[in-house]
């Protein structure tokens, strides 16, 4: 074990758990007494719950009622119907109003509204995505894209349920490529109408929620072709059933029936032959047609209008990363819950040894506890900026610009994160994770379609990337030689410049930082944050040096150039999103006023700070900015100082989630596995105290021998 | 890009994708006509199915019927129906008693009766899992366990499913450690019978497929007690139903429920009040006990005795093992043809990129193709070593232990990477792998629970971890200093003797190996061998030196000391077991006659190696065994080198896997998006050429800015 200094002064000693007595012996030796570490459980949930606590409250307070919650033995037809009613009871329980304008009596609270909409997840993840669907795709497209006439107009019947609605805006031919979509909406200027058109199958409209049974009218994405020209997408609203649930004439569809999860939601396909609409239908805030069929909008650049657009359903992945921290914390309270109580194998004195107990449990559940943290934190700091630009506060082009970049990256890293710390949940309560009734396995499979719904991830992170690059090569413009060559010229300048090889950084391996230092070093707080800029910062002038000819290439080598470096780009932007994470975070701690969770807090950071940090630690050696020394004193802190440490804590950190046991609903999280054990132990000692129990074979044979 | 000299001589041209034509650009320009490659799909498909082809292809043609296939529709109660019925159907077809004794009619041929078994996957996992437990637990625990006599009376109508078994192992309180069971079964001399009884809750028999309906009778393992004495855990032939199917007098149980996955198996509990059954009924291969209660066993260690009685068994995890590697290949099969189809997002010339053309896709996926690759020949050797001590021919206990280990490594990398292979798969059909007419989600749920049933992967490698320190510590007793000197003593000597702190190899970087060879010396396959058993040689003696003291410390100390090191067990067992997979790759290269074929093979190998040592890039930099610039060149060359050249050939080294239609069932994998595409292709030419195609906005724009 690596020796290191703490700088903390307060050392980890058993909180809750008995079980984790033996944690004290960690501490190091510093002569101070071992005073019992706590963390104030309500205060840290109640910064947890963050600036719209008041929404998350009242969602969770609903989520607590019975008709809310899944029930897992509804097949799909029934589920869907339950989900169904699930919508009509949050519009009376007054849960979806909140975003919208309060000419049609909504509240104008978009922080609020996204908040209370992630809470729903603890329900039931198919009615959160199927009141997605219905107000934060539907009705919100009519709200962002349509004009005061059409809020009027739709809005009401769409919030209230009348009207349910789809959003009709990926075909089976385009996904993650929009602009690329078949349908068309062609002007006929002679009935001043819109001609809504599927001209081939790779043009229906799929995987829309809604569309397979309940959708009565749809927002539908289409070409939008007048006079000859075509101005790009645009949405229009069209009516597709009638009062009875049949299709309009022209309209028809499919059922994409069972999926891997969201089984409550009826997703289906749509088609439309030489469908008519009245020209007023299009939602157009950005793009109008008069009756002669003349074409304007506010926004010059078709591009730049195309993705204003967009831009407005950035909501969207915003409540996806909050939902995804919300499951994560459900899931880690389940296996923390189950961890500190079930035991397996007996341990160094003969009693079995509770699960959390082990090192690698700890490795296991820790470090995606850090990482639920920062997630939740970064949720926080994204959510106040989306509030700031949709509110109107912060609403400049730059301002929403930052914001879908921030969606890009978080989105990606707390979708996976969530199915990745579902599955480790569910492993780690065994045979039990297996089972519906501790609804691990049914939440994943829910959760697994969001990392490639509203915007594939993998794309998303392009997105980014490239987003980081264009901020590089401004601030390469801009700024002098000396300010960058501190740390850009080294990779830009031996590497991609002249292609002339590699560098040799490994002959020259120093630490990054002040040399001075101990082992310790990246400990502290600007340590980590240097370690791990430095990364996002150097991938990033690195890729750009090695696309730097792109612009002068012609398209095909361009695109050949971009392609063979895909993956680093989507390296550089993950790297930039943990960044983003860590730092929220940190800065959470900042706002920690009880000196018991600031210390464990800030373990708790120092461990996702150090996880991060250990699983790029090749790139920090080759890189030269750790030392193979230091590096392995990393994983060494993980493992012989923060995993000890959090250890005692970790129940704490889950009840700071202040889930309440009608959001749990898990068998194994209600204390029933303790009581099992209970029993088991007042039974062998009741054999015991009436001299019954049988002598083990092995016994009695080392008893044999030792008698020869 | 770094330089690599090639020593391969035929450099990679597209074979049957037009889309991959560019591949032939990144061809080192070595002056040779670039022919065209490609792989003898027949032939390699052959050496796949491996020794019992005969049997896997038996197996698969009965799969290609719709009456063994999984209808994805049926809810929990009609699916488990269904796989009653199919288990039938596998009696009739004569699919069940290939691994039995011909004393009752079958071919006592063991390894074909496991390649047999794990094609079932391809019909319906619960169909495969059921059949596991009614041949592969309940009847194999008959024949294993018990004697001629047993085999006389139980397994013809275990075999012929007159009546369905239970394999009652597992409890609600211990799974992993079934030695800590809490059922009794106590001997009354009185009556010449067994008492079985259940003396709590944790200990009611838990997860048993078969149990909450179908089974007639079950293998029950309790704690043996005789005259006082407890001999252990010891397997009992109960009748638990009637046959009107209601539980016999002193039995109980309950319905585990709605699960993850395989949720055509009816999974329950069991527990027991006093039941009797007369004392034949004990399974007595390995211990009985005659009328008088006086035990006797042919193994005189209580301890041996359990883990061999436990070894028996060894063919759950092996088949497991076989058909994650069938499952991984159908997965594949469905995401590389569509992702070989559909096309997303305009590349340099304006056509749309097909998805297995971007970097980003083939890393995805390319890497995962390899890995099952080595997944099937390790898991070919695999079964070759079960076959030959199942059969007798090389049945020691070494060589049994020997299989126990390899089931033990083996089983857990198969089986999280059919989980992590099935999802990366799904992912990359985007919504489409959603749909459960595409297989992926079920597949992976169904296939989840094989990461912690038949052995927790975490217990597994821990076993094996053991082993490896074991064989470590007796190689050490044996050698002299000088043979030990070269690969342990740097690690043992700095770090585990004296503690004294960190080794400090980076100040002495040096390549591992030949240092005189260039920076493509890990290209060939000694390097990689090198490096890879390296890393698991220095790995253990690193260990062997850290846990060097427990021998004489107190049973807690000792372990608290291994408990500080559980995570570097795990990794340990896992790096020995890739190995294992990475050699057996390699051996079966050797088999390979088509020179296309071995090319491309010997690509795929590389990418398998070079994927490894890549995941543990900071391992070999910290070790001194990679310098910064050849570890560098590991990752280029991946990107550079090995995925385009192995692009073109994805679809083959699906093909190879000989999976027909009628096993694929993948409405994505139909050809379905091709035919999708060439209709809006034709759409658009037809608009074309009829003039009728309106001008894009932009265009306009452009036109009018240069007419300015």
Redesign the interface.
Same mark, same amino acid.
């Given at each position: 074990?690596?020796?290191l200094t703490d700088s903390t002064t307060r050392p980890a000693t058993p909180a809750d758990d008995a079980a984790a007595a033996?944690a004290a012996?960690i501490a190091p030796a510093t002569g101070e007494v071992n005073l019992p570490l706590a963390i104030d459980v309500a205060a840290l949930g109640e910064q947890l719950l963050g600036q719209w606590a008041y929404a998350r409250k009242h969602a969770r307070e609903l989520m607590t009622r019975p008709e809310f919650q899944r029930d897992?033995?509804l097949?799909?037809d029934a589920h869907r119907e339950r989900v169904l009613g699930q919508l009509h009871k949050l519009v009376e329980a007054g849960s979806v109003h909140r975003a919208f304008p309060k000419s049609v009596g909504g509240d104008e609270d978009n922080g609020g509204n996204i908040a209370s909409f992630e809470e729903l997840v603890l329900g039931d993840p198919s009615m959160q995505i199927k009141a997605g669907v219905q107000w934060g795709l539907f009705a919100a497209a009519i709200q962002h894209l349509g004009t005061d006439e059409h809020h009027a107009k739709w809005l009401p019947d769409a919030l209230d349920m009348t009207t349910p609605g789809a959003f009709a805006m990926?075909e089976?031919?385009?996904?993650?490529?929009v602009a690329?979509a078949?349908t068309t909406a062609t002007y006929d200027e002679a009935t001043d109408e819109w001609v809504i058109h599927t001209?081939?199958?790779?043009?229906w409209k799929?995987?829309l929620g809604n569309a397979a049974l309940h959708a009565k009218a749809a927002v539908v994405f289409a070409?939008l072709?007048t006079r000859?020209?075509?101005?790009?997408v645009h949405a229009i609203y069209v009516p597709i059933r009638d009062e009875n649930g049949d299709f309009l004439p022209g309209i028809g569809g499919e059922d994409?029936?069972?999926?891997?999860?969201l089984n409550g939601i009826d997703n289906g396909r749509l088609h439309f032959t030489n469908v008519r609409v009245p020209r007023t239908n299009l939602l157009n805030r950005y793009g109008s047609v008069d009756e002669n069929g003349v074409?304007s909008s506010p926004i010059?650049?078709?591009?730049r209008r195309f993705f204003t657009m967009l831009g407005t359903l950035v909501q969207g992945r915003i409540s996806l990363d909050g939902a995804c921290t919300v499951a994560s914390k459900l899931a880690l309270t389940i296996a923390i819950r189950y961890g500190t109580e079930r035991r397996?194998?007996?341990?160094?004195?003969g009693e079995?040894v509770v699960l959390m107990?082990?090192?690698?449990h700890q490795?296991?559940l820790l470090p995606r506890l850090a990482q639920t943290y920062a997630m939740s934190f970064a949720h926080e700091v994204f959510l106040e900026k989306f509030d700031a630009v949709f509110s109107g506060r912060d609403d400049t082009d730059e301002s929403r610009q930052d914001l879908e970049t921030l969606a890009a990256a978080l989105k990606p890293l707390s979708t996976w994160a969530a199915?990745d710390i579902i599955?480790e949940a569910?492993?780690a309560c065994? /045979?039990q994770?297996?089972? =519906? +009734?501790n609804r691990?396995?049914?939440m994943?499979?829910d959760l697994?379609?969001y990392?490639?719904?509203e915007g594939?991830?993998?794309v998303l992170l392009q997105l980014v990337a490239k987003r980081l690059l264009t901020d590089y090569s401004k601030k390469f413009a801009k700024a002098d030689a000396g300010a960058l060559a501190g740390y850009v010229a080294d990779q830009v300048g031996d590497r991609a410049f002249n292609?002339s090889?590699?560098?040799?950084?490994?002959?020259n391996?120093a630490d990054f930082g002040s040399t001075a230092r101990s082992v310790g070093y990246v400990r502290d707080t600007e340590s980590q944050r240097q370690l791990l800029t430095d990364r996002v910062e150097t991938m990033v002038a690195e890729l750009a040096g090695r696309l730097r000819g792109a612009s002068k290439m /012609?398209?095909?080598?361009? =695109? +050949?150039l971009f392609?063979?470096?895909?993956?680093e780009l989507?390296e550089a932007a993950r790297a930039h999103g943990e960044l983003l994470q860590w730092e929220a975070f940190t800065e959470a701690l900042d706002h920690v006023e009880h000196a018991g969770t600031k210390t464990v807090l800030t373990w708790l950071r120092d461990l996702f700070g150090f996880t991060l940090i250990e699983k790029n630690?090749?790139w920090y050696?080759?890189?030269?900015r750790l030392?193979?020394?230091r590096?392995?004193?990393i994983t060494d802190y993980i493992?012989?100082r923060l995993l000890p440490r959090l250890r005692p804590h970790a129940r704490s950190l889950t009840d700071a989630f202040l889930l309440e046991d009608a959001h749990i609903r898990a068998e194994i999280a209600t204390g029933v596995e303790a009581q099992?054990?209970e029993?088991?132990a007042a039974?062998y000692a009741e054999l015991r105290s009436r001299g019954l129990t049988?002598?083990?074979?092995?016994d009695?044979?080392a008893g044999k021998k030792s008698r020869r």
């Open positions: 074990m690596t020796q033996s012996d897992p033995d097949g799909k990926t089976t031919g385009h996904g993650s490529d690329a078949g001209p081939f199958r790779a043009a799929d995987y070409q072709i000859g020209v075509n101005h790009g994409d029936g069972l999926k891997g999860g074409y010059e650049s078709p591009g397996q194998f007996a341990g160094g004195e079995e107990d082990y090192q690698r490795r296991r199915l599955q569910r492993e065994g /045979g994770g297996f089972l =519906a +009734e691990l396995v049914q994943r499979a697994d379609v990392a490639t719904f594939d991830n993998n292609k090889g590699l560098r040799r950084l490994a002959q391996v /012609g398209k095909r080598e361009a =695109a +050949e392609n063979r470096h895909q993956n989507i630690l090749a050696l080759m890189h030269g030392s193979a020394h590096a392995q004193a493992d012989g099992r054990q029993e088991a039974h049988p002598i083990d074979e092995k009695l044979l």
